[in-house]
């Protein structure tokens, strides 16, 4: 059966340029996460947001795929081809989709950070990290931190975020989902110096993790990011108040606090960052 494939990433395209053999990691409605030791691709459908991981599929296509693998029978890549069985997909002649900033540095939004940071409020999950950079004014509606939380805001004190690295559960914790998010600050209004040094401190740290989450700290790290974050930071600099809470709402909805998390992390690098040109309680 020859599967034809709507959309891919860049790295997904990459890997699969050089023979291997990919292995199911995990399985879910929408997507399929392959692994080959050192690679991670995920096979998905468009009802997913694109990551630079993506590999997109036509649903019935994706359904077919998904109920063949299974973690006795994985799949080899080369040459542009990703075969099962009896399947095959052609990467060969589908485009790319764009997972970086353009390549001049913007020019921060102070009055676009400021609407997301209010939006965070009431959008953001409040078991999320987020949570962190967003406290209630108000001591009686005050939510009760988890050790997650009170782990992370600990180590963020003391100024060691690249010891957030495999904080939390699950299959991307949510201490790297914050570590995306600053990245994603870092690499569009940060300087060299600053991104390098926290690329540096993650890098070494990279083991700490799940293969799936390390897979999107390592391309977090090379510039390469999720649409809601790209769109996030377009609206920003667009200055269109209303697409800036849109696109707030769509990323705080990615997983169950994946997206409020990594929110938590641009706020954080804000504060951290953006103090020449804004007071640093502005942001919270």
């Given at each position: ?41 995920s096979?998905q ?10 590999l ?22 080369g ?41 965070a ?41 690249e ?13 790297d ?22 690329r540096?401190?993650?890098y ?81």
């Amino acid at each position: 059966m020859d599967i034809q494939c709507r959309q891919i990433s860049p790295y997904a395209k990459k890997c699969l340029q050089d023979p291997g053999y990919f292995q199911l990691l995990s399985k879910f409605e929408y997507v399929l996460n392959l692994w080959d030791g050192k690679n991670v691709l995920s096979l998905q459908t468009a009802q997913l947001q694109l990551t630079p991981l993506s590999l997109v599929l036509q649903e019935e296509d994706f359904r077919a795929v998904s109920s063949v693998l299974n973690r006795d029978r994985g799949c080899s890549a080369g040459g542009g081809l990703l075969r099962g069985d009896d399947w095959t997909i052609d990467t060969g002649t589908v485009k790319t989709f764009t997972c970086r900033f353009p390549e001049q540095k913007g020019n921060y939004p102070k009055e676009s950070m400021l609407c997301i940071a209010r939006a965070a409020r009431v959008l953001a999950k409040p078991d999320s990290l987020c949570q962190l950079m967003i406290p209630s004014r108000d001591a009686l509606r005050a939510p009760i931190l988890d050790s997650v939380q009170v782990s992370a805001g600990e180590l963020l004190a003391q100024r060691r975020p690249e010891q957030l690295v495999g904080l939390g559960s699950g299959l991307t914790p949510a201490g790297d989902d914050f570590l995306v998010g600053y990245l994603a600050f870092l690499h569009r209004y940060g300087s060299e110096k600053e991104l390098k040094a926290l690329r540096d401190a993650l890098y070494e740290a990279r083991h700490k993790t799940t293969a799936l989450s390390q897979a999107f700290l390592i391309r977090a790290m090379e510039g390469e990011f999720s649409a809601p974050v790209l769109e996030l930071f377009t609206a920003a600099e667009r200055g269109h108040q209303e697409e800036v809470l849109s696109c707030t709402a769509r990323l705080c909805a990615v997983g169950h606090t994946s997206g409020s998390d990594l929110l938590g992390g641009i706020l954080y690098a804000a504060k951290q960052f953006g103090s020449e040109t804004k007071k640093e309680e502005e942001i919270t």
